[in-house]
């Protein structure tokens, strides 16, 4: 039965992308790696394909954060603070469900991101709805899909 998990992206099939995997028996985050190589100019942001797709029950979200080495290490921090991937994206018409991560460079030089190179992990929690809430929108993309 399938509850929660991910799946690579039909466009990166065979081009070398694993499905995010924990790094310890205990811990929370899914690490996501950068499935092109991406060079992001100082003080740009760009969006960093992962090659994945996650799907989840209804009522659950999955969450992106930073990898608290990243920072240090790279000089990239999510631009975005926190990445929201609802349920409905998944398999979307637009773009497939394809979760990209929306990076900062916050140095001073061009960094440079390696295919393969983990880059944010991803939590899954679930989240609670507000009294009287008849929200019915199918979502069709993402990153602005509904509107500004
Ligand atoms: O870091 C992120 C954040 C979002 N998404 C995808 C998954 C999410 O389900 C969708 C929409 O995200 P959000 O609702 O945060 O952005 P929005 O600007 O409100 O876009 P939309 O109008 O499409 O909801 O974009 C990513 O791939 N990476
Ligand atoms: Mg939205």
Redesign the pocket.
């Known amino acids: 039965m399938k509850t929660r998990g991910f799946e690579v992206i039909t466009a990166y099939k065979d081009k070398g992308i694993e499905t995010p995997v924990r790094g310890t028996a205990h811990a929370a985050g899914y690490d996501f790696a950068a499935a092109e190589t991406v060079e992001i100019a100082p003080g740009e942001i760009k969006l960093i394909p992962t090659g994945i797709k996650a799907y989840m029950q209804t009522g659950e979200v999955l969450y ?1 954060y930073d990898r608290s080495s990243t920072p240090r290490k790279k000089g990239l921090v999510l631009a ?1 603070s926190v ?4 349920s409905d ?1 998944y398999d979307n018409p637009n773009n497939e469900g394809h ?4 990076c900062l460079n916050i140095t001073d030089k061009t960094v440079t991101v390696t295919k393969g190179e983990r880059i944010i992990q991803g939590v899954f929690m679930p989240f609670l709805i507000a009294d009287d809430d008849d929200a019915s929108g199918v979502r069709v ?7 500004s």
């Open positions: 992106l975005n990445g929201v991937i609802d994206y979760i990209f991560s929306q993309g993402g990153f602005g899909s509904t509107g």
